[in-house]
């Protein structure tokens, strides 16, 4: 028995949810690329859940029903109120939908209605979290979600308790209908792991979001706006990346495990964030960002990812850096719930097993024989 180091080509589950084939990225069978410039996000959730588009009495009982389940329980708010304000906001996520759980009397319940009910809660009651997490920390109130708008519409009102731009609200579904599944990537495998063992879907949302939290995966937006910042001015630009690369230093927001040509997410993020440079009258972080591709690919050969990107779109729409991440989550999760949806439905535990290269043959020592 050999390990194969992170499980690097290895196929551990069939799936009919996304696909990536030759570089290109498909949400049941359907182009991104079409996806990106023709779905709302509410579609692609709906597509992703059901495997087919919905209809339009389809897709309007999806908006009432985000609108019915978007409040969270109260207590759960009471408990965001009680985090520290300085928390991780990924780690203040994790914890407020775990204690979802606690709150839903079909927590337990394995039926698939009950569970398709519950993606569909989830989904509604992330964005809810995530906006009301970000006031309370600021001492202001939660804003309660509207009816009868998308998502991306809602996600930014609760935030600022302002009705968005029509643009803003454009870009911001765009990148959550970019952001909604990928295979089995790392927090993916999280969620189809734990409910593999017919634990229930909070508990595999939960392990979703604590993986996809680290700087390797979801993590990486938020990093590539740290180090926006840290380069602060396009003469510092050239400086800062050539000592990363001289150091071998990983530049965040490049590479991919399977995406070796160029991640197909990245080209859309990308003409928005030059978009938004526009609308706002200043094309800086778009013009540093294009910049730092030009080094890093020039010189490693590595492409930009979704994350890339991504962290000068958010940033030009408002929004602190540090909700990046839940960003990811709150359109992620329509993708996590699929696929746990899909474990379900042809369940098998999930039990690799490693390559032991500990001692053999040791024996206990007694405590006075130990050094
Ligand atoms: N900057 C500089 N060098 C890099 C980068 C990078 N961003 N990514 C990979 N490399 C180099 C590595 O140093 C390594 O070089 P070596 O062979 O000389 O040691 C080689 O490319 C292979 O890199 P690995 O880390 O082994 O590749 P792996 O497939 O394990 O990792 C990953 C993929 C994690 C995405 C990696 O490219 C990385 O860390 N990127 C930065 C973080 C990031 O942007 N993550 C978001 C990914 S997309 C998502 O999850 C939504």
Not at 28 to 40: F, K, M, P, Q, V
Request: aromatic fraction near 8%; include cysteine.
């Amino acid at each position: 028995m050999t390990a194969t180091k992170g499980l690097e080509g290895i196929v551990a589950a069939s799936s009919s949810i996304s696909s990536i084939i030759d570089g290109v990225l498909t949400y049941r069978g359907i182009n991104i690329d079409e996806l990106a410039e023709h779905a709302t996000f509410e579609e692609v959730a709906y597509l992703l859940w059901h495997g087919h588009l919905p209809t339009q009495a389809q897709l309007d009982g999806l908006i009432d029903q985000f609108g019915q389940y978007a409040g969270v329980p109260a207590d759960v708010i009471a408990g965001l109120r009680l985090y520290p304000k300085d928390s991780n906001s990924m780690a203040a996520l994790r914890t407020a939908v775990s204690s979802l759980a606690l709150y839903d009397s079909e927590a337990n319940d394995m039926s698939r209605e009950a569970n398709i009910r519950k993606a569909v809660k989830l989904q509604a009651q992330l964005p809810t979290i995530v906006a009301a997490y970000a006031r309370i920390r600021e001492g202001k109130e939660p804003i309660a979600p509207k009816k009868g708008v998308g998502i991306a519409h809602n996600f930014l009102y609760m935030l600022t308790g302002e009705e968005p731009a029509q643009v803003a609200i454009e870009a911001m579904d765009k990148a959550l209908v970019l952001h909604a599944d990928h295979e089995l990537n790392a927090s993916t495998f999280a969620a189809r792991v734990t409910v593999a063992t017919l634990s229930d879907i909070y508990s595999g949302v939960t392990s979703a979001i604590g993986a996809l939290k680290g700087p390797l995966h979801g993590g990486a937006n938020e990093a590539v706006m740290v180090m926006l910042d840290e380069i602060g001015s396009p003469a510092n630009l050239e400086p800062y990346i050539q000592n990363k690369l001289d150091n071998k230093e990983k530049v965040m927001g490049f590479g991919h495990r399977v995406y070796k040509n160029g991640d197909p997410r990245a080209k859309h993020l990308m003409q928005m964030s030059r978009q938004l440079g526009e609308l706002n009258g200043d094309m800086t972080l778009y013009e540093m960002s294009i910049k730092i591709e030009e080094l890093v690919t020039g010189q490693k050969g590595l492409k930009p990812n979704v994350d890339f990107y991504s962290a000068s779109c958010y940033t030009m729409l408002g929004i602190p850096r540090d909700l990046f991440t839940p960003i990811f989550a709150i359109s992620r999760v329509s993708g996590w719930t699929a696929h746990i949806l899909e474990q379900f439905e042809d369940n098998r535990l999930i039990r690799p097993r490693a390559e032991y290269v500990g001692p053999v043959n040791a024996h206990y020592l007694p405590m006075a024989k130990r050094a």
